[in-house]
């Protein structure tokens, strides 16, 4: 079975940064676009980033693009999302999610979803 595990999120200030990272067992990485998404209260589950198995290409919600960067390190079965001058409207929590087919990550269709983590950005 293949599992996806997020960490890296917490309490920061505005204007602060945090890296989010997911990790991926049980199936060889390379295989996999990836993504994240977040949700916060009261609102629907809203795309972040997304990027392609080799990673050359990415893509970015208007909300973050400048802002963040999403990478990942297929040799770790990583994904990381960096996140940097962050405003209290990034509260939420982080989903990261995986599959072998790009389009359903963009749409948030993914296989392979994450128990998400939790960043609060305070004012």
């Known amino acids: 079975q293949v599992h996806l595990v997020e960490s890296g999120g917490g309490l920061v200030q505005a204007g602060g940064s945090l890296m989010l990272s997911c990790a991926i067992s049980g199936s060889p990485f390379s295989n996999y676009a990836a993504g994240w998404f977040r949700q916060a209260p009261g609102k629907e589950r809203e795309f972040v980033a997304r990027i392609t198995p080799s990673g050359g290409t990415t893509k970015y919600a208007d909300s973050v693009k400048g802002r963040s960067t999403i990478s990942r390190d297929n040799a770790k079965n990583m994904v990381y999302l960096q996140m940097n001058s962050l405003k209290p409207e990034d509260t939420a929590v982080y989903y990261c999610?995986?599959?072998?087919?790009?389009?359903?990550?963009?749409?948030?269709?993914?296989?392979?979803w994450g128990q998400g983590t939790q960043v609060t950005v305070s004012s």
């Open positions: 999610t995986a599959d072998t087919l790009f389009s359903r990550v963009l749409h948030g269709l993914g296989e392979l």
